[in-house]
């Protein structure tokens, strides 16, 4: 592994750990039995550093391709199914994943690199699910409606990772972890499946569910 590679991994936890004004360029190099010139000869400074790190991370966490309308094109209700399962798949697992706590403090308390993961990486996430969601419900659908129908889908996948700590704590057995990943698939498809009819319904009756 490269100096290069070990002060990204070392960056990564500490930055999970105590947030950006908390961790120092020597802390950093410390950590990663590097130089402390060596942050300025590989990104440039701290700042840089971080925005790097923020970038592998969301890179990450999607590492596998995401399902697209493109992949079932006769079965837009296929396609959701795979969406969700596939964003299900990567929130549930890795728990203790450095990269996985730096993303939700990041959410949290967003800092300046937000802005370009938003726009690089998470937009084109949602406009997958919006094109699915979008070929299940009637052309005619106004923007609102489209965007609160795939925040709903959005937000029974994201809890699963975005509060993964508190469900772990409540004192409710069994505890769910990786191998329920389908299950969590089948019952939040399940969901917006029938959320999706009954809009269909409302907005144009004649259409059938």
Not at 7 to 35: K, M, P, S, W
Not at 61 to 67: A, E, F, K, L, Q
Not at 153 to 181: T, W
Request: charged share 20%; proline share 6%; glycine share 6%.
């Amino acid at each position: 592994m490269s100096s290069r590679d070990d002060i990204l991994d070392a960056a990564t936890r500490l930055f999970a750990d105590q947030g950006y004004d908390g961790t120092g360029v020597r802390e950093i190099c410390a950590a990663a039995t590097a130089n402390v010139a060596a942050i300025n000869y590989h990104f440039g400074g701290k700042a840089a550093l971080y925005h790097e790190v923020v970038k592998r991370a969301y890179e990450a966490s999607r590492s596998n391709p995401m399902p697209s309308l493109a992949d079932h094109p006769a079965d837009a209700e296929e396609a959701l199914a795979a969406w969700i399962s596939w964003y299900v798949d990567r929130g549930i697992d890795g728990r203790d994943d450095p990269a996985r706590h730096l993303l939700l403090k990041e959410a949290a308390n967003p800092t300046p690199e937000l802005e370009d993961v938003v726009h690089s990486v998470l937009h084109p996430v949602y406009q997958g699910l919006e094109q699915i969601v979008g070929s299940l419900l009637p052309s005619t659908v106004d923007a609102r409606t489209l965007k609160i129908q795939c925040l709903s889908i959005l937000g029974q996948c994201l809890i699963h990772r975005v509060c993964r700590e508190m469900i772990d704590r409540l004192p409710v057995s069994p505890s769910l972890g990786p191998e329920d990943a389908d299950a969590i698939s089948t019952v939040v498809t399940a969901n917006s499946l029938a959320a999706l009819a009954s809009a269909r319904h409302t907005l144009s009756p004649e259409m059938t569910s």
